[in-house]
Each structure stands twice: as structure tokens, then as C-alpha cells.
């Protein structure tokens, strides 16, 4: 029988067992916490049965190192390192918070994802609903269970939040938990306003240290400029392999990656997933990978698939695979944190550049500005639609997404589709895929 | 050539026999036979039966159909069809072949509605521009008004006469079909007449879509779907999105006539 197994596919968990074994078999090295993914499953992750994954060991590896988070945590936390919880935050205080020896952030935020991938079998979200955070608010919600139960993530020693210029149910759900005996250093990021913005970075700039002060208080260990500039050097380190990443994927004439994997991978951007050099090595694997399937002329896609810019993560991460399945391929993302995958200027003082990047994020300036960027790379990557994936209860910008369909047709002039993703869609399943399927024949009747 | 087009909707299945020879230059020509039955729990057999029918009704051998396409909510279980294409894109192609110089459709079906920007070229086959659909209630839909006839105790198609009898509309403010429901009830206990209230529904409904719009719309605007042929509708529309709304020729059809006239592409 022909040796397939170099080339590229999606497949299922179950398809997964005998790939892992013929993966062992042909001398796979893993890292700590490499494994089957099926080990995943059976601890809880039940959305994993109903996803379709990349085939490849780089993949794997992703995969295990996003599961094992909760492990790496508690492992941490055993081990005596301080433990901060970096809330509302898309980049900014992991930063400062690596700097420091024995101290490993985390993002609770990322708890939105687990009533999908453990399909709601935990009472995450009952516990907010008791807490009156019910399902009228975003899906991040269920950080408040996490925080009450300790299943997912240990005690913080410190829980860090912005509030300002950020959606207002986090910060609605945010002094909820604070009202449970939660302490939060809060911080506060101001609306970017062109007109002032030195006067903003001079504020920023004073907040971050407030933080800074606080960390060295917890953890003992004082923020120096050299730590920082350290620090600062590791997260280029990790944008630049990331946005090597997104280059390679997103102009290849055949996607050698999945949107799912894509998703994943940007996501360890802003918080390292708990570990910022495994970050690094899970990223370079993953370059490495897609750069032999390019060099081979393979891809998992056809090549005719639709080339989709895809704005905002997805509460249910089954949908990145309906985009493939309907016939469409991700060239392109803004998933919320764009800001976080350029490279921090290392010609200023540190704590400058820190304060220049989070006032950088699209979600504290006006909603006409993260559109123009979605124009600027739709078109970088030869984008040929656009979905705007809007998070139900999500409320940064309640008309983000039609000002975004504004600018990208008339600028771009291409179709823009508005699509809602509950954390679990399968209800919503056959709408969703229906409206997909629209937009690829849409963009395949203009394509003709 | 002869093709079909099954439009397997939510409350109801269309089939379109099209000759696309007679059919050339649109206009409404071409359609060999149609059918429009009530929605069942078995959507192919229902679709199997209606097609055999239709067949028999034109004397047309089923060897002689060279392609089918189903549409519609149903599309994916329809085993007569050689190829599925969203009612989106069969929407817009049935509309153009019935009213070439549409520019905007609005389509309100059992339970969506949806808002379809055509592009100008004729010959392109009425293709999609951009669209948008209605995917958060279903107080914009078929389904509303079904609700509000039973509530009513009278029918969809008496909707539109008491509609007219109206001379102070209620106002709807529930943007939910089950709240809508409670809020109807509390009107008609606090003594608000019967044709009041279905105005007010179909305000609710029309101003519903008109956001769907946001305001830009190109003019010519065809309304089709099942809703469309509620007496009423198509003026409430006109009268939320201040412009003149014409109605498709054969709106519950029009799905069904897209998928057969793109099964012959």
C-alpha cells in the first residue's frame, strides 16, 4: 500500500489514534507533555470527538501543549512560582509579568472556550448564572465558575485587569468575581484618541508600572528596564515566528494548515498558553512544517478553495472546520489582538513601548480603524471575502461589525458575511452552514 | 434541456420543472410545471412524491430532466437532487429570470428572512452581490405570522383583510416570537382590536428587515418567499423602508425556479 502519511489531511480523533501510533513507530520525539490526543477526551475535552485536526506531529504538539495548560499550571504552582492571572488583556501584562523570574501568567479569559471544548459538561456556566451573569453576557462568563471550582487553573497570586476602553460585560464580569473575594489590581486603558496620544502614553506608561510595583511585590523580584527588555526581546521572538507563520499559510497556493490549527496558534500570542519557551519551539515546529508542505506543492485544501479573512475567534472552535467543509480557506485573521503581533519598538524605554502597544489594540480605538487594517491585510493576503464572527453577549462595539462590512466593501470591494457563534453552535449548525456555503458560491460566481 | 428545481423550505416544498430553451430571455417563461406543498416530517419523501407528479403533469419522462438542484433549508436530504446550491444564490437567480432589472430582493420564508444585493449584469445569472440574513429571532419570519393567525383565531391568508381594517396599529416592541406572543395576548385583553394587531405585527416584521438593510438599498427592490403573498406585507415593507417594493410574479416559487434555472448552467 502507498505511504501516505506525509501528506497532508484533516482527521478525526479516533483517525488520530492510529496516526499517533504510526507516528511513534517512525521515532516521533515529544515533549513533556506529547501524548495521544485521545488522554484529552477521555479527561473531559468532548468537543475534540467532533472536530477534524491536522495530521501532523507539529499539530499534535499544539494540540497537547493548548490541553495540558491546567497541568503546566497546578505543575507550576507546585513548584512554588507566582501565578498571575492577566485579565482582559490582550498581550500586555504577560509580558511584564515573564520578565520576572519563577512567575508564569495565565489568561483566565481563555476559560470561554470551555464550555466548548468540554461541551458544556462542567458547571462553569451554571455557577455565572447563579452569580446572575447569565447567558445575556459574553461566553467568558464561565471564568467566574473556573475561579469558584479550581478545575481549571490554580489560585492566582495575583489578578491583574484592565478596565477602561474595554468590553463592557468583562468588566460587568470581572467586579462580579472581584465581589467573591477575588482581589484585582485594576488598571485602567484609556479610548485611543489620535489628538492625545502622547498624553496617552504617558498614562499607560504610569499604569504599567503600577503594575509593576504590584508583581514585585508578589513575586519579590523588582522589574528591571534590563528584565524587560529581555522580556520584550522573547515576545518579538514569538510575533516574528508567528507572523512567519501567518505569511507562509495565508499566501500559499494550497493551505498547508487548517483554520482550526491557525486559531490556535495565534492565540498563544498574547499569553503564551503558560509558557513562553514552549511557546517559541510548538510556533517553530509548526513553521517548519508548513514550510516542507509548501516546498512539496501540498496543502490540505484544495487549491480552489475560497480565501477568507476571518475576524474575531469563534466561541465554538467546530466552525473554523465548517468554513473548510463549506469550501472556504482562511487567508487572513483578526482575532481581536492584531496589536499583538507586531513588533514591540525596542528603540524607546521599555515600559514606553509596552504602553505605545497596548494602546495599539484595535478594541480601544474607533471600530473605522480596525477596519482599515482588515483592508490592508485582506489585500495583503489576497483575501477574496470577509466573515465578521460576532460573540454573543460580546459588547466592545455593538455596531463593530456592520462599520467593518462599510469599509471592507466599499474599500476592498469585498462581500462581507455577519455570522453569530454560540459556544456551542450545533443547533445553529445548518444556518451557519447555509450562510458559508452562500458566501463561497457568491465569491465563486464572481471569481468566473 | 429540462431541469428541476426542489426548494425543500422550512413550511413548505416547492418543485419547479424549467424548460431552459423556452425559458431564454427570462420573463417568467419557461416554467413547465410547479408545485407548492405543506412541509413534512420526511422531507424526501415528500419531494420524491411531488417531483413524480410533477413529471406526470408535463409529460415529461424523468430520463429527460438532465440535472436537479435542491435548495432550501432541506437541500442536503433531498436524493433526487444531483447538486445542492443555497436558496440565497437560487433566490436571487429565480428573481432575476422573473423581474430582469431587480437589484435588491427581500425574501421572508417560514423561518428567515433574508436581504440579497444583486449585481447589475443581466446575463451574469443575477448573482450576489452581498447579503444578509435575519439569524437572531424569528420575529422577521413566516413563523411570526403564523403564531399571531392562530393567536387570532383566524388564517394566514385573512391576515392582509384585517390588516386593512386597521386604523391605529398596535406597536410590537418584543424582538422574541414567544414574548411577541405574551404581548399579544396582554393587547388583546386590554380590548385592542384583532386588526390593529396584525398591523402592528407587520410593521414589526417589515421594520425588522429594514434594519437588516441598514439603509442602503438599490432600487429595483422584489419582495418574494411564502410571506410575500400575505396581503399587507409588501406595503408594510414599502412603508419601513420608504421605497416602492414590487412583488416577485410567483414568490413561493422563486427558490425553486433559481435551483432549476442554475441546474441547466
Known amino acids: ?448 | 434541456m429540462i431541469c428541476a428545481g426542489i426548494d425543500g423550505g422550512s413550511r413548505a416544498l416547492k418543485v419547479v420543472l424549467f424548460d431552459h430553451a423556452a425559458g431564454r430571455g427570462g420573463g417568467g417563461r419557461g416554467v413547465l410545471a410547479s408545485a407548492v406543498r405543506d412541509q413534512v416530517v420526511d422531507h424526501n419523501a415528500l419531494a420524491e412524491k411531488t417531483y413524480q407528479e410533477l413529471l406526470a403533469q408535463a409529460n415529461v419522462a424523468r430520463s429527460d430532466v438532465k440535472r436537479v438542484i435542491a435548495t432550501g433549508y432541506a437541500r442536503n436530504l433531498i436524493k433526487a437532487a444531483d447538486a445542492t446550491i443555497t436558496e440565497i444564490t437560487c433566490h436571487a437567480a429565480g428573481v432575476r429570470h422573473l423581474c430582469p432589472a431587480a437589484m435588491t430582493v427581500i425574501e421572508i420564508g417560514g423561518q428567515d428572512s433574508k436581504l440579497l444585493r444583486l449585481d447589475t449584469g443581466v446575463g451574469n445569472g443575477g448573482g450576489v452581490r452581498d447579503f444578509a440574513m435575519n439569524d437572531r429571532c424569528a420575529a422577521g419570519t413566516g413563523r411570526f405570522l403564523e403564531m399571531v393567525a392562530s393567536r387570532l383565531d383566524t388564517t394566514l391568508n385573512q391576515l392582509g383583510k384585517l390588516a386593512e381594517r386597521s386604523t391605529s396599529p398596535a406597536i410590537i416592541s418584543s424582538t422574541c416570537v414567544v414574548f411577541a406572543e405574551t404581548e399579544i395576548i396582554g393587547l388583546l385583553a386590554s380590548g385592542v382590536a384583532r386588526e390593529d394587531i396584525v398591523a402592528g405585527v407587520q410593521h414589526a416584521i417589515a421594520t425588522r428587515v429594514a434594519a437588516m438593510a441598514g439603509g442602503r438599498l438599490d432600487e429595483p427592490i422584489v419582495f418574494t418567499g411564502g410571506v410575500a403573498m400575505i396581503p399587507g406585507m409588501r406595503e408594510a415593507l414599502a412603508k419601513a423602508l420608504g421605497k416602492t417594493v414590487a412583488m416577485s410574479p410567483q414568490p413561493q416559487i422563486t427558490g425553486a425556479l433559481g435551483a432549476a434555472i442554475l441546474a441547466g448552467r
Open chain 1, 1 to 448: 500500500m502507498k505511504d501516505t502519511s506525509h501528506i497532508p489531511a484533516q482527521i478525526s480523533l479516533r483517525q488520530w489514534e492510529g496516526r499517533y501510533r504510526s507516528l511513534r513507530e517512525a521515532g516521533l520525539r515529544e515533549a513533556s507533555y506529547g501524548g495521544p490526543l485521545q488522554r484529552h477526551f477521555a479527561a473531559g475535552d468532548y468537543r475534540l470527538e467532533q472536530l477534524r485536526f491536522d495530521n501532523s506531529a507539529a499539530a499534535l504538539r499544539l494540540w497537547n501543549f493548548l490541553l495540558s495548560e491546567t497541568e503546566r499550571l497546578f505543575a507550576a504552582k507546585r513548584a512554588g512560582k507566582k501565578i498571575i492571572a492577566t485579565m482582559k488583556d490582550l498581550g500586555t501584562v504577560p509580558i511584564l509579568a515573564y520578565a520576572l523570574p519563577e512567575t508564569v501568567a495565565f489568561y483566565p479569559d481563555g476559560t470561554w472556550w470551555i464550555p466548548c471544548v468540554m461541551r458544556q459538561s462542567t458547571r462553569d456556566l451554571a455557577i455565572a448564572d447563579a452569580m446572575g451573569i447569565d447567558e445575556t453576557f459574553c461566553p467568558v462568563r464561565a471564568m467566574l465558575g473556573a475561579f469558584e471550582t479550581n478545575q481549571h487553573f490554580p489560585p492566582p497570586d495575583l489578578l491583574v485587569c484592565s478596565v477602561g476602553a474595554t468590553c463592557d460585560d468583562f468588566s460587568a464580569i470581572a467586579q462580579r468575581l472581584e465581589s467573591r473575594r477575588h482581589a484585582i489590581h485594576w488598571w485602567e486603558i484609556p479610548s485611543r484618541q489620535g489628538a492625545r496620544e502622547e498624553e496617552d502614553v504617558m498614562f499607560v506608561t504610569s499604569e504599567l508600572r503600577r503594575i509593576a510595583e504590584k508583581l514585585a511585590e508578589v513575586t519579590g523580584y523588582e522589574l528591571t528596564n534590563e528584565r524587560l527588555r529581555e522580556a520584550i526581546a522573547q515576545a518579538n521572538k514569538v510575533r516574528e515566528k508567528l507572523n512567519q507563520l501567518r505569511q507562509l499559510v495565508f499566501t500559499a497556493p494550497k493551505a498547508p494548515l487548517p483554520a482550526l490549527e491557525m486559531l490556535i496558534a495565534e492565540m498563544l500570542a498574547i499569553h503564551y498558553c503558560s509558557d513562553r519557551g514552549e511557546t517559541l519551539a510548538v510556533l517553530a515546529e509548526l513553521v517548519d512544517e508548513v514550510q516542507v508542505r509548501i516546498e512539496m506543492g501540498e496543502g490540505c485544501l484544495p487549491a480552489d478553495a475560497v480565501r477568507v479573512f476571518w475576524v474575531n475567534p469563534v466561541a465554538d472552535l467546530r466552525v473554523m472546520n465548517l468554513l473548510e467543509e463549506c469550501g472556504g480557506r482562511l487567508c487572513g485573521s483578526d482575532f481581536m489582538f492584531c496589536h499583538a503581533l507586531d513588533a514591540i519598538p525596542t528603540d524607546v524605554l521599555p515600559m514606553e513601548a509596552l504602553a505605545r502597544m497596548a494602546l495599539a489594540d484595535p478594541m480601544v480605538g474607533p471600530a473605522g480603524e480596525r477596519a482599515r487594517r482588515i483592508v490592508r491585510d485582506a489585500k495583503l493576503f489576497g483575501a477574496q471575502a470577509v466573515i465578521v464572527s460576532r460573540i454573543p453577549g460580546a459588547s466592545h462595539c455593538a455596531t463593530e461589525g456592520t462599520v467593518i462590512r462599510e469599509v471592507v466593501s466599499r474599500e476592498a470591494g469585498l462581500s462581507v458575511l455577519e455570522i453569530e457563534v454560540p459556544p456551542v453552535s450545533d443547533g445553529v449548525r445548518a444556518g451557519l452552514r447555509t450562510r458559508l456555503e452562500a458566501l463561497m458560491e457568491t465569491v465563486r460566481r464572481k471569481r468566473a
